[in-house]
């Protein structure tokens, strides 16, 4: 079986011309023993194990690529397959699609353990792993691989190497940022990255996009959300018709028994859903401040997890909803965010922000120390007015 893997891992890379490297690139700890890569289906996990691995092999280690969803290795023991690596001098195990494999954190824990290998794996999400049967949160380090920011896409499409900035930077600097890009025609591209630009399949087959990301969004509900027991599969069709209300609601006017009724789903089985959607990665939700969100039962605000996912899944997504959610998406990924009671939002219990068009006053911040109107529509700011799309460059 290992030399069936090894062919199979051979075919792959001699098909593989993906060239560009994501932000996490720069983040992970490879000298780590155990590294989890989880994040949304679509975002380029598999990519980023197959660029190491060829990382890996150029530097003349001994590697071995499975993905958990082979159907070949239906019936074949994972400790076994992985002794055998071990005894011929394997020295990394790249693991995709852990999730898929039958009670997978205890033969994590296992082969952590028993063998000295340095192990790579993604997962589709932090909780599917640290809640899993074993006690792997001591073992393994957590990366979380978001989709293409704003900075990445753009980055792709001109084939620049504009660099990441910090929030700091855009509140202090955007007006000089923004000269940066004053011939990159930057609104365009803003709103093409809007509807189509998070997830990276969009460069693969652009004309399909929309249909792969729905498809995309049935694979996570039905086989994803299922092989990890969190709901069974005669209910996915509720979890769909959940996101679809969802679409169709205001995120600042969540009313949870009119969605409960829409998506005919129990208020109790609701927050359920709304949970497992979250960490899915289709819903992004945010909580008023002081209030966590691990244990959710009524965040103050949902939105789908980016804006791709409002066009794909929408009829007419509404211009607000839009800008707040890539807002939240944007941000998320580095910062805590919370609701405002009186701007849009308050970032890392400090900033207060209010979202919205190029006309957008300060009427509603008005006497708020540090707050910031974010403004759609506008190539560059001025003082406390930021162009919106500049906080596409914090990964």
Known sequence: MLRRIEKYQDRILRSFRIENRRYLFDEIDFDDRMIAIFGARGVGKTTMLLQYLLDLQKAGKKVLYISLDYPFLSGVDLLELVEEFAQNGGAYLLL????????????????????????????????????????????????????????????????????????????????????????????????????????????????????NLVNTINLTIDIDLTSLGLVEQKYTYKLKRLLEVICESEPFEVNYTKI??????????????????????????????????????????????????LYAYCEKAKKGTIRETFFANQLQEKHILHISKSGDFIVDEKETFEIGGKSKDFSQISGIEESFVVSDDIEKGSGRKIPLWMFGFLY
């Open 96 to 211: 995709d699609e852990v999730h898929r494999y039958p009670d997978f954190g205890t033969y994590l824990k296992s082969i952590y353990d028993l063998f000295d290998l340095h192990v790579l794996f993604t997962g589709s999400s932090a909780v599917s792993i640290l809640d899993a049967k074993s006690d792997l949160s001591r073992r393994v380090t957590l990366y979380h691989l978001a989709g293409f920011s704003f900075r990445e896409y753009l980055n792709l499409v001109l084939g620049e190497r504009f660099a990441k900035v910090t929030l700091q930077e855009i509140i202090e600097a955007h007006e000089t940022l923004a000269k940066r890009f004053e011939k990159c025609n930057i609104l365009r591209h803003f709103h093409t990255y809007l509807q189509y630009g998070y997830y990276p399949f969009y460069f693969d087959k652009k004309s399909a996009y929309l249909q």
């Open 260 to 309: 409960a009724a829409a998506a005919e789903i129990s208020r109790v089985k609701l927050y359920d859903y709304i949970t497992y959607l979250r960490d899915g990665e289709m819903l992004l939700l945010v909580t008023e401040a002081g209030k966590g969100i691990r244990k959710i039962s009524k965040p103050a605000k949902i939105y789908l997890n980016n804006t791709n996912l």
